[in-house]
T-cell receptor
C-alpha cells in the first residue's frame, strides 16, 4: 500500500523567505510523486512531478522538489515566497500510469508582507 | 477551451434528493476519475474509468453511480443524498502513456446537502 505524509498542516513565511513544504511517502514499488496546488475555490493545478528521471525536479512558479529515496522524501521548495503563493499544497503518490493518486492531507501556506 | 470542465459548480439540495454532476474533458485522455474532497480538504479517489470501463471503485456507498457514455465524459449520479455527502467533488483525467501520467483536474463541484 502507498501513503503520503505531509508534515505541518500550516506553514507561515514572510514574503521573500524560503518556502519548504515537507512530504514523505511510503511505497513498496518505485513511486511517481506529484505536488499540486489548490487556490481558494479552484481545482488542483500540477506544480511538478517525479517519474524516475532526474531526482531534482523543477516546476512552475519557481518551485522545485528533490526525490530522496534514502529518506523517502519529496520536499517542495521555493527560494523566495510571493504573496501569490498562498494556497493549499498537496503531495501525492501513485505507482503506475492510470492509477489513482494517493494524497497527503495538505499543507496551507500563508505568506505575510 | 477548458481542458476538464464540470457542471454545476455549486449544487445545493435537500436530503433524500437525487442529483448528477457532469464532467467532460477535451484532452483526448483515456482515463477519467472522480475524487471527493471533504471539509478538512482531504482528497480521496472514488472511481476511475478507462475507455468507458470501470477500473477503480473504492469503498463508496452504492448510492453513488458513475456513468461514462463515452471516453470524454464521466458523470456522477448520487441517489438519496445524505448530509455526509456534502463535499467538493473533483473530476480528473490522464493519458497513461509512459511518464505522461499527469492528472488534470476540473474546477470542482461544491455539493451542499441540507
Amino acid at each position: 500500500a502507498q501513503s503520503v505524509t505531509q508534515l505541518g498542516s500550516h506553514v507561515s513565511v514572510s514574503e521573500g523567505a524560503l518556502v519548504l513544504l515537507r512530504c514523505n511517502y511510503s511505497s513498496s514499488v518505485p513511486p511517481y510523486l506529484f505536488w499540486y496546488v489548490q487556490y481558494p475555490n479552484q481545482g488542483l493545478q500540477l506544480l511538478l512531478k517525479y517519474t524516475s528521471a532526474a531526482t531534482l525536479v523543477k516546476g512552475i512558479n519557481g518551485f522545485e522538489a528533490e526525490f530522496k529515496k534514502s529518506e523517502t522524501s519529496f520536499h517542495l521548495t521555493k527560494p523566495s515566497a510571493h504573496m501569490s503563493d498562498a494556497a493549499e499544497y498537496f503531495c501525492a503518490v501513485t505507482h503506475q500510469a492510470g492509477t489513482a493518486l494517493i494524497f497527503g492531507k495538505g499543507t496551507t501556506l500563508s505568506v505575510s508582507s | 477551451d477548458t481542458a476538464v470542465s464540470q457542471t454545476p459548480k455549486y449544487l445545493v439540495t435537500q436530503m433524500g434528493n437525487d442529483k448528477s454532476i457532469k464532467c467532460e474533458q477535451n484532452l483526448g485522455h483515456d482515463t477519467m476519475y472522480w475524487y471527493k474532497q471533504d471539509s478538512k480538504k482531504f482528497l480521496k479517489i472514488m472511481f476511475s474509468y478507462n475507455n468507458k470501463e470501470l477500473i477503480i471503485n473504492e469503498t463508496v456507498p452504492n448510492r453513488f453511480s458513475p456513468k461514462s457514455p463515452d471516453k470524454a465524459h464521466l458523470n456522477l449520479h448520487i441517489n438519496s443524498l445524505e448530509l455526509g455527502d456534502s463535499a467538493v467533488y473533483f473530476c480528473a483525467s490522464s493519458q497513461d502513456v509512459g511518464d505522461a501520467d499527469t492528472q488534470y483536474f476540473g474546477p470542482g463541484t461544491r455539493l451542499t446537502v441540507l
